[in-house]
């Protein structure tokens, strides 16, 4: 793909061979050792490749993280976004937080408590207050699954472990559902922060597991209808196609037929009784919150997968199924494919996806192994600063870019963008999740939408600094974008063009805007 | 491109809501409006296959009745087909006038019964077998083999079916508000995409949002005598009892009416002409029924759904 910027990237091109090679030849501490503690500071195309990496690694430069990758060096800063440590948010970021239902009220209790708000409405007799009390408890929902979205944006533009929140979502959107089938928008909060966050840089298996294990994926995928007898293939099908093995990843019909009787009975319990199960299973009836095994419902017969016999033994017979599809090699080339798509290019290069699938075997699926042979692949390294960024990644890295770690009151006016962008949290309808690359985002109606959000942002007229509820409590905050960040280490990477155009502003605001809206802010 | 030419054509539907409109014009506008249902349906539940015995053989409970006195039967459209009696207000008397006309046994040859692969195999028109090229959707070089007659998506992105050689603009037409940023601010962003990927891009975005927001500001001014808001429509929908679930807020009849538009692609030709303003009243509960079913997901429905 042609470059946004020709002349910064001759400059970037050839850092690029430097350390590459470096890498190759000496290793990864002494990479480390050249970019921090080491004697020579680095050269100006040393720090250019630097900054790419951070914001490509990053959900987008920002002073603050800037100052880590100096500090630390750039292998060092790797090693630690591949294993982070629990790290606090700010105090007050927190308490917005813990403020949340979401975070005080367990998803059982929360759903238990909502069941009935619904149960209790659908009683009311009055066709008005029906109405309203119908209203209440739809808009309970949506507020609900707004602080789940909120939560993530939080930890998107604060967290120091940036990698553990930009493999959070990606994997989200790889093991999609979607908020609006059924009550989910009580359960996407659940499913991000205890099925998805903990195991986004741990092991596949474990990944795979915890999703098939949640009730919002049972719920999204139609298994809690799937019984012996009944069957629906709906998420066996998904469960091969696009969770593990891909579509040409070598299973056929059949496998789907026998995966979803593996997968019968497997399903939610919203209620608070438990179903009646013969007396003969009941010792096999499994309840872990609102995740239900019921024996009764589960095909004890026989089945062969993926050429292999399962022996018949109810919810145990799942863990065999998970295993042998995450332990795949067709699932190791589709996952590393995945990943290279969204950390290296839309057209990932065969022998990279080839490298990466080999750690994945190796390490028994081992994410941030795999992640590591990739940040350290050239093909990486030649990628940065190309790749186009979707909707998210365009508001979350304009926002951090423009607060760095000031902390925004509101993220409604985010949360807007990217509805109008076509990619709200949790809003894919289709299972596939949203698209990864350049020709799905860079439309012409997106990039005038783009821009107009630049302005919002440069502006500072953006409202995220303006509280929700009646008394709505304004500190306005103007985006100080021509900052020391900005002439020491963002300015040198920016071409000619973008340049001019910054000259060209009548005010800081313009000034802002346009900066926003250059092509290098497009692409990380 | 002849832009002036869609937009005027793009003027004479102010809204989604007016699709009903369409139909009413005159065949002189000859015009391709594609509707693309990313759902899944029972095609056999829809246009049924009244001649087939084995469609009651193999459907002793749900098969909808042939033809007959009763409401619940099918409408006859021919000998060997019927249609769903739900659609006797709608479809119907379209298919009576000669307007609507249905293509049974319509489909490809994947049998991969991936939802997804069958979208992107329509989407994209091109052989299954062989290496297939992502970027070419067949109404874009459809739009080439027209001589680049204008075509437009009326979508926040743009679908894999407009995609190709031919640059189609695209724009939501929620998003239609006067422009944030003036002709000089634009022509310093513009210039700063000069010579890159995404230079077209950027130039049809600005030209596209300009012009089509003063048009469609002249036009809906026009078109809106006695009309009520979009707002006003989606509550008389509710009180008509056409949508599912009730908009908590602004935003989720925002995030419904989004819906329903990345769902349409439009294409189309045609000279200046100018439908008469008419009110949203009149053809609002068609569409409203028609986004019901496909839009928004309703409970126990929509999400992966598919078999």
């Known amino acids: ?524 | 491109m002849k832009r002036r030419t869609f937009i005027n054509t793009l003027a004479m539907l102010p809204l989604a809501a007016k699709m009903g409109s369409l139909w009413a014009a005159p065949a002189a506008q000859a015009k391709l409006l594609v509707v693309f249902l990313r759902g899944g349906y029972d095609a056999a539940n829809l246009l049924i296959p009244v001649a087939s015995q084995f469609y009651y053989d193999s459907r002793p409970n749900i098969a909808v009745p042939r033809p007959g006195t009763d409401l619940n039967t099918a409408l006859p459209l021919n000998s060997d087909w019927g249609l769903h009696p739900a659609l006797r207000e709608s479809i119907y008397p379209l298919y009576q006038n000669g307007q609507a006309a249905f293509i049974p046994f319509a489909g490809t040859e994947d049998m991969t019964r991936s939802h997804f692969e069958t979208q992107d195999g329509i989407e994209l028109g091109q052989p299954l077998t062989g290496s297939r090229n992502y970027a070419s959707g067949f109404l874009n070089r459809l739009s080439a083999t027209l001589n680049g007659d204008p075509a437009i998506a009326f979508t926040d992105q743009l679908p894999i079916i407009m995609q190709g050689s031919v640059q189609v603009p695209n724009s939501a037409l929620r998003s239609l508000a006067k422009p944030a940023l003036d002709q000089r601010q634009s022509d310093i962003i513009a210039a700063m995409y000069k010579g890159t990927p995404l230079s077209q891009q950027v130039n049809e975005g600005f030209t596209v949002r300009n012009e089509l927001a003063q048009e469609l500001a002249g036009e809906m001014q026009a078109a809106s005598r006695n009309a009520i808001t979009a707002k006003g429509f989606e509550l008389e929908g509710l009180r008509a009892g056409i949508a599912p679930h009730r908009p908590a807020d602004e935003g989720k009849i925002q995030h419904r009416l989004r819906r329903r538009r990345r769902l349409g692609h439009a294409r189309r030709t045609g000279q200046r002409h100018r439908l008469p303003g008419r009110p949203l009243r009149r053809t609002g509960t068609r569409p409203g029924r028609v986004l019901a079913g496909d839009g928004r997901p309703v409970e126990g429905h929509g999400g992966g759904g598919h078999q």
């Open chain 1, 1 to 524: 793909m042609p470059l946004p910027f020709s002349t910064t990237m001759l400059l970037t091109a050839t850092a690029l061979c430097t350390l590459g090679a470096l890498i190759t030849l000496t290793g990864c501490a002494t990479t480390a050792d050249t970019s921090s503690a080491g004697t020579a500071p680095p050269s100006a195309a040393q720090r250019q490749q630097q900054l790419n990496l951070l914001n490509r690694v990053s959900w987008g430069v920002n002073d603050s993280a800037d100052r880590v990758i100096i500090a630390q060096g750039t292998e060092r800063y790797l090693q630690q976004q591949l294993h982070p440590h629990d790290a606090p948010l700010p105090a007050a970021l927190q308490a917005q937080i813990d403020a949340m239902t979401i975070v005080q009220t367990p998803m059982d209790q929360l759903n238990l408590k909502l069941e009935q708000q619904r149960k209790d409405a659908d009683a009311v007799v009055d066709i008005e207050q029906k109405k309203t009390a119908q209203q209440a408890y739809q808009q309970e929902l949506n507020r609900v699954a707004k602080e789940a979205a909120t939560r993530s944006l939080l930890r998107d533009l604060y967290s120091t472990n940036q990698l553990q929140e930009q493999m959070t979502w990606f994997w989200l959107n790889h093991f999609n559902v979607h908020l609006y089938k059924s009550n989910l928008r009580v359960l996407v909060g659940d499913y991000e922060d205890q099925a998805i966050r903990p195991h986004a840089l741990g092991k596949f298996r474990d990944l795979l597991s915890a999703t098939v294990h949640h009730p919002a994926m049972l719920r999204y995928l139609d298994n809690e209808q799937n019984a012996a007898g009944h069957i629906n293939e709906n998420y066996a099908r998904e469960l091969m196609e696009l969770h593990t093995l891909g579509v040409n990843g070598g299973y056929s019909q059949h496998d789907v037929q026998e995966l979803a009787r593996v997968l019968t009975g497997v399903g939610v319990n919203m209620g608070s009784t438990a179903p009646n199960v013969k007396r003969e299973l009941q010792a096999q009836y499994v309840r872990r919150g609102l995740f239900e095994f019921n024996p009764n419902r589960h095909d004890y017969g026989a089945k062969d997968f993926l050429g292999q016999p399962i022996r018949a033994r109810g919810l145990a017979e799942i863990d065999e199924a998970i295993d042998r599809l995450s332990r795949s090699p067709a699932t190791a080339h589709f996952i590393s494919r995945k990943l290279a798509l969204y950390f290296v290019s839309d057209d990932p290069p065969p022998a990279l996806v080839e490298r990466m699938a080999q750690t994945f075997l190796k390490s028994d699926g081992d994410i941030a192994a795999t992640l590591n042979t990739m940040f350290h692949a050239p093909e990486f390294n030649a990628s940065l600063a190309q790749k186009f960024k979707d909707p998210l990644h365009y508001v979350v890295s304009s926002v951090r870019l423009a607060y760095d770690d000031k902390a925004i009151l509101n993220a409604g006016p985010m949360l807007n963008w990217l509805n109008r962008m076509g990619e709200p949290l949790y809003g894919r309808q289709t299972p596939d999740g949203y698209a990864l690359t350049q020709s799905a985002w860079a439309s012409p109606g997106q990039m005038s939408t783009r821009f107009e959000i630049a302005k919002a942002i440069g502006s500072g007229s953006a409202g995220l600094f303006k509280t929700d509820g009646p008394q709505p409590l304004e500190k306005p905050a103007f985006p100080q974008l021509a900052n020391a960040l900005y002439y020491q280490s963002l300015q040198p990477g920016l071409g000619a063009a973008t340049r001019a155009a910054l000259e060209q502003a009548a005010s800081p605001q313009e000034w802002n805007t346009y900066l926003l809206s250059s092509p290098e802010m497009m692409h990380r």
